[in-house]
């Protein structure tokens, strides 16, 4: 795929395109954070945009084998589950296993990610939450759950691509969602972004910025 056929020349401009769209939803002084790890660098980009302070909210995908992603955590909240996911009785262990891992995942990433510093205070202000490429609606929605219990003024999710479904689920719960991108295939658009695509690469670049926002 030739860089015409993605929807941003990289995720830089995809960031700052983003905090133009958001420009007129917030008021100072605001806190811009990115979901872990693809909505990292391009929160940073929407917090330079914008003015604003930048921080990261580490989440991990509840994920059970034969089922695939069937919800989300955020930082030390409560697992968020897909409402329409109804385990049975014998999935339990499998659930409970996923929600452990997930836990884990985070543990491990909150040091990777953030070091000993303490999160930014968003208490009584702006809140903007960044996904990179929304396909699943499950880290903002806990990301979002998370951050409301934190005492914000306002709490507005945000991402450069996203898909139809994931803008009904957050509306369904009363998320703003500022988002220029709304693509109908519910897997998303296959390279939204011009600069290459290895998931390595992004989340060491996104260790990187969220270890330099102390």
Known sequence: MSLKDTLY??????GAEL???????????????????????????????????FDVIVAADVDIE???VVGAIAENGDAFLDPDFEPGFGMLDSLNEGIDQAHRTIKTDQILFRGQRSMQSISGV??????G??????????????????????????????TLPVQERLRARRFQFVCPTIVMDPSG???????????????????VLARDAA
């Open 9 to 14: 020349p990289s995720r830089a401009s995809a």
């Open 19 to 53: 905090g133009r769209q958001l420009y007129g939803s917030v008021t100072q002084p605001v806190v811009v954070f990115g979901i872990t790890p693809g909505g990292v660098e391009i929160a940073h980009n929407v917090a330079e945009a914008l003015g604003a302070k």
């Open 66 to 68: 034969d089922e695939g």
């Open 126 to 131: 702006d809140a903007v939450i960044v996904d």
């Open 133 to 162: 490429h929304a396909t699943t609606p499950w880290r903002l929605l806990a990301a979002g759950m998370w951050v409301q219990k934190q005492s914000p003024a306002h709490v507005i999710m945000a991402s450069p691509v996203g």
């Open 189 to 207: 658009h296959p390279r939204p972004f011009g600069d290459p695509q290895d998931p390595q690469a992004v989340r060491l670049r996104s260790i």
